[in-house]
């Protein structure tokens, strides 16, 4: 059974003390395809609210976690399966519009027939300019890991076998991914004038087959979303 594969180019947006945050033209191929959220907000005290695409009827959070290292953030991953093509702006709708400075990023992928969930997830913590991402071991063969470095520095593309890193154009984090991974996987990068960073991780897999791609997990409706939260203040501060 093939992997899941990348389909266009990863769609890139960022805000500061804001709602919410558009991506504009995050194109689905077909029904089935799945588009996967990364990125992060800078304050522990907001979260993703809601995601919108009209193409996307349920989104699932495959993972958020919060750290103070290197600064105050919330990074999050969350996934979505294709219900009707569409060329259309993903909206990301934060908790709060008070949390500082955000970047998210959405990639949409084809994957392999029969139902999408989350498998694992994990963090890490660097100390170094080294950037370790998460360990993660599959409990299928050709799952998706994707993941998110939240860089104290800039952020410098790994060579680990299989993966696609891109450094995203705000912040200068680290994205990476691998749609065929099917034994335990430690993707690394590293990052210049800096020297920590934290570290987020999924591993998305699909089973059963035959018809297309369907969702399975704790969904997420795109309609509505909870009230705001009181942020904690604790932006990230200074110029990258």
């Known amino acids: 059974m093939a992997g899941f594969t990348a389909v266009g180019s990863l769609v890139q947006n960022n ?3 804001v709602g919410s945050v558009a991506l504009a033209n995050v194109n689905s191929q077909a029904v089935g395809d799945v588009i ?9 005290g907001t979260h993703i609210s809601s995601l919108s695409h009209s193409g996307v009827t349920t989104w699932t959070k495959a993972t958020s976690a919060t750290t103070t290292t290197p600064f105050a953030s919330t990074v999050e991953i969350w ?3 294709v219900t009707s093509v569409a060329t259309a702006t993903l909206t990301v709708t934060l908790s709060n519009a008070t949390g500082g400075d955000c970047e998210y990023a959405a990639q949409v992928f084809t994957p392999p027939s029969g139902t999408v ?9 660097d100390g170094t300019s080294t950037v370790n991402f998460p360990t993660l071991a599959p409990t299928n063969s050709n799952e998706l890991y994707v993941a998110y470095a939240f860089v104290a520095g800039v952020g410098v593309a790994g060579s680990t076998t299989g993966y696609t890193y891109t450094i995203t154009a705000h912040d200068k984090c680290i994205i990476c991914w691998n749609g065929n991974i099917t034994a335990s996987t430690s993707p690394t990068a590293s990052e210049t004038s800096g020297s920590s960073s ?3 991780a999924a591993l998305i897999q699909v089973t059963g087959g035959g018809g297309g791609a369907t969702a399975s997990g704790a969904p997420f409706t795109s309609v509505g979303h909870p009230g705001p939260r009181v942020p904690d203040n604790t932006f990230r501060q200074g110029p990258r």
């Open 198 to 200: 934290f570290d987020v």
């Open 117 to 125: 969930s989350t498998d694992v997830t994990g963090t890490n913590t």
């Open 15 to 17: 805000g500061n003390n």
């Open 79 to 81: 996934w979505g399966v």
């Open 36 to 44: 996967v959220v990364t990125g992060q907000v800078g304050s522990t």
